[in-house]
């Protein structure tokens, strides 16, 4: 558009210099400066304007900057327009161009005219190459604001799954020794006097569990630290280890019946650490709002899932606490990210949690029965 400008003006002020000021430059200054405004507005009134300014340069080629200010008009028109629009507006300013040079008022036919369609070819041309291009870097910018909002969207997801997978290995590992301690406390408390030696036998539980407590934490705060492709691997849950969690429950006052607890070694490796979690998370719960009786039952693999239940009768008691429910938001969470089934809640006979978790790991997320 300042080309566009400039040339009109050095154009009009030549012809004044040269003493060639008349109506004719003042009509071709004129039809410039409304070609100019009509460009301003991307309207087909610059067609016109080109058009008439090219004919005029074969007919009467001073001031000499005419040309100039018809291949601008011309060339802002095909910046902003289509194709088909852009190719027709070159077509007219060129057809005009050829019209004026072999024209009834011409004698003899200019060569300027070849060149003014020569002109017209290239405005025409370079004003829809720099359109494209403007497309282009419009679109990559686009598509680099997409990737990385898609970035950051990824990263703010990650983090808030690590924080998540954080607080249910937290709530996991400390709930249950937490309420071994708090037991065993109450029992050196009350035995403190009159059973010296069962408080002490309760005290060197509450180490035991409060050590427990201390290595989980210490696991998880390594893994915190320690980059991704250092992490090392827990080691798998076996049956030992399964029975001293029980033990363990029923050494703070627990009656647990079980039966089929063999069928667990059938899981995958991450099952089982899962089953593990899920069974001490729900004993913990038992042990907090049962009424000390629990049953653990797990069914043999079935169409490539094992079935763990977990049964307690339910004894509502004001004076104790309602729970945050994220123990079982978090057994939840860990039955579904590997694609078991997960139910909780209260049935005629208690209070019933039930998972299915993969005997292998598997492809696809199980379906969740309605």
């Known amino acids: 558009m300042l080309t566009v400008v400039v040339s009109l003006v050095v154009g009009g002020m030549s012809a004044i210099m040269d003493d060639r000021s008349g109506p004719a430059l003042w009509m071709i200054l004129g039809m410039?400066?409304?070609?100019?405004?009509?460009?301003?507005?991307?309207?087909?009134?610059t067609v016109l304007f080109s058009a008439l300014l090219a004919a005029l340069e074969v007919l009467d080629p001073s001031p000499w900057g005419t040309w100039?200010?018809?291949?601008?008009?011309?060339?802002?028109?095909?910046?902003?327009?289509?194709?088909?629009?852009?190719?027709?507006?070159?077509?007219?300013?060129a057809a005009s161009s050829v019209l004026a040079t072999y024209g009834p008022s011409v004698s003899a036919g200019s060569v300027g005219a070849f060149g003014l369609v020569a002109?017209?070819?290239a405005m025409v041309g370079v004003g829809q190459w720099v359109q494209a291009q403007r497309r282009y870097v419009i679109a990559e910018v686009g598509r680099r604001?997409?990737?990385?909002?898609?970035?950051?969207?990824?990263?703010?997801?990650?983090?808030?799954?690590?924080?998540?997978?954080?607080?249910?290995?937290l709530h996991d590992s400390v709930a249950h020794h937490l309420a071994v301690v708090s037991v065993h406390v109450n029992?050196?408390?009350?035995?403190?006097?009159?059973?010296?030696?069962?408080?002490?036998?309760?005290?060197?539980d509450v180490q035991s569990a409060t050590q427990s407590v201390m290595e989980e934490l210490g696991v998880i705060l390594s893994v915190l630290r320690t980059s991704q492709a250092d992490v090392i691997p827990s080691p798998p849950v076996d049956a030992a280890m399964i029975d001293d969690l029980l033990l363990s429950f029923e050494g703070i006052g627990l009656r647990i019946e079980t039966d089929g607890l063999e069928h667990l070694l059938a899981l995958a490796p991450v099952a089982r650490t899962a089953a593990q979690r899920l069974l001490q998370e729900a004993l913990t719960n038992v042990h907090r709002y049962g009424d000390g009786n629990a049953a653990v039952v797990v069914q043999?693999?079935?169409?490539?899932?094992?079935?763990?239940?977990?049964?307690?009768?339910?004894?509502?008691?004001?004076?104790s606490s309602?729970?945050?429910?994220?123990?079982?938001?978090?057994?939840?969470?860990?039955?579904?990210?590997?694609?078991?089934?997960?139910?909780?809640g209260?049935?005629?006979d208690g209070f019933l949690v039930t998972a299915q978790l993969p005997a292998a790991a598997p492809r696809n997320r199980k379906a969740t029965p309605a």
């Open 300 to 319: 043999a693999p079935v169409d490539g899932y094992v079935t763990v239940s977990i049964r307690n009768g339910w004894v509502p008691r004001e004076t």
């Open 68 to 93: 100039a200010v018809a291949g601008g008009l011309l060339f802002l028109f095909a910046l902003r327009r289509p194709r088909f629009d852009a190719v027709t507006a070159g077509v007219l300013v």
């Open 187 to 204: 029992v050196a408390r009350i035995n403190a006097t009159r059973a010296p030696q069962v408080a002490e036998r309760a005290l060197a």
């Open 119 to 121: 002109l017209a070819t």
């Open 32 to 45: 410039g400066a409304m070609g100019v405004w009509a460009a301003a507005r991307s309207s087909t009134l």
């Open 145 to 169: 604001r997409k990737e990385a909002e898609h970035r950051r969207e990824e990263v703010a997801r990650h983090v808030a799954e690590e924080r998540v997978r954080i607080a249910r290995e």
């Open 346 to 348: 209260l049935d005629a």
């Open 322 to 344: 309602a729970g945050s429910g994220l123990g079982l938001v978090g057994m939840e969470e860990r039955v579904h990210l590997l694609g078991g089934t997960f139910h909780a």
